[in-house]
């Protein structure tokens, strides 16, 4: 069974940081590209970034482009994003998706694999 499980969320202050895990059980890891997704409450889903199957292919989003960093490890199995400077406008459930596609977009379901998210709060 795959798994991919969220994890790092929490409510934090404007200006703060968080850093989202993503750790992904039942695949070959390294056979994936690997993303993060958000969705505010409301709203539809939004493509944050995604890094290649090999770690060196990175793309960000324009609103969290200079911000966010992602990064992965494949010893553990895991996808990190570092999320720095958080805004009110970044609060949303996000999701780490893995596909074997890349696409600068949310990955289609039934191309990909998805967790189930974690929910940032960013207020004062």
């Known amino acids: 069974e795959v798994q991919l499980v969220e994890s790092g969320g929490g409510l934090v202050e404007p200006g703060g940081s968080l850093r989202l895990s993503c750790k992904v059980s039942g695949l070959t890891f390294t056979d994936y590209n690997m993303y993060w997704i958000r969705q505010a409450a409301g709203k539809g889903l939004e493509w944050v970034s995604v890094i290649g199957d090999d770690g060196r292919y990175k793309r960000y989003g324009d609103a969290v482009a200079g911000r966010f960093t992602i990064s992965r490890d494949d010893d553990k199995a895991s996808v990190y994003l570092q999320m720095n400077n958080l805004q009110p406008e970044d609060t949303a459930v996000y999701f780490c998706?893995?596909?074997?596609?890349?696409?600068?977009?949310?990955?289609?379901?039934?191309?990909?694999?998805w967790g189930q998210g974690t929910q940032v709060t960013v207020s004062s």
């Open positions: 998706a893995g596909s074997r596609i890349v696409v600068l977009d949310p990955p289609p379901r039934d191309r990909s694999y």
